[in-house]
């Protein structure tokens, strides 16, 4: 099992790989994995898939999709094996979740900053929240979960707390 191809995508290039999800979420990350793989697999665990899902984009991509049972997940040697819902098993290199994630956001709403639908803290160009003095960073304001986006967030909210700062104490500006 593997969480982010962004991270780790270069490791399963030409593998065998299933992306496991409700079918939408699942296809989502299934077609940013194709660039890495053309062995790909969707585990649908919500009962969605239907012969419509697997037509158009999908089809011409090469994406299979399968509806499978979530809990019959299991290893075997090097691979991970699903049972599919018709019974038969399917056998991975590598399965991806794509099951959607809660935020840690409640912290900052507590507080009285504001989230979009998804569940992401609002913020403007500089971080800062609605609320005078709260900044958010990283994985609270977007989906992308990447260090390197929670460093540059983290950069950008610094840079503005410093100026804030300058500006309450001595006028001196970055
Ligand atoms: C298995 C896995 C593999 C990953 N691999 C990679 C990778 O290879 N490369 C990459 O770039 N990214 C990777 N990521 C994503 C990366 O870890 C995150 O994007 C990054 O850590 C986000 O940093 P952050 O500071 O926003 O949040 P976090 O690192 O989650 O830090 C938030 C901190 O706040 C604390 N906290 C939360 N609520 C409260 C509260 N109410 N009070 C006090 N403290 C609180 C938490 O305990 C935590 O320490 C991976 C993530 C996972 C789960």
Redo the contacts with the bound molecule.
Sequence with gaps: MR??P???GYEVIDKRVAVMGPLKEAVKKASFMRTYTRDLTVLATDGACRMDDCSGPLREAGIRVEACIPNSLRPLGEHAIVVLSGGATGAFDAIYPAMGCRT?A??GIDLGATCDDLGYLIVDAHQRTVVPGLYA????VNEI??????FGD?AIAATDIHNQLADTNHGFRH
Excluded: R
Aim: glycine letters at 10%; one cysteine or more.
């Design positions: 969480l982010c962004i991270c780790d840690g409640k912290f960073a990283g994985d609270v979960n990447q260090i390197a986006v929670a983290a």
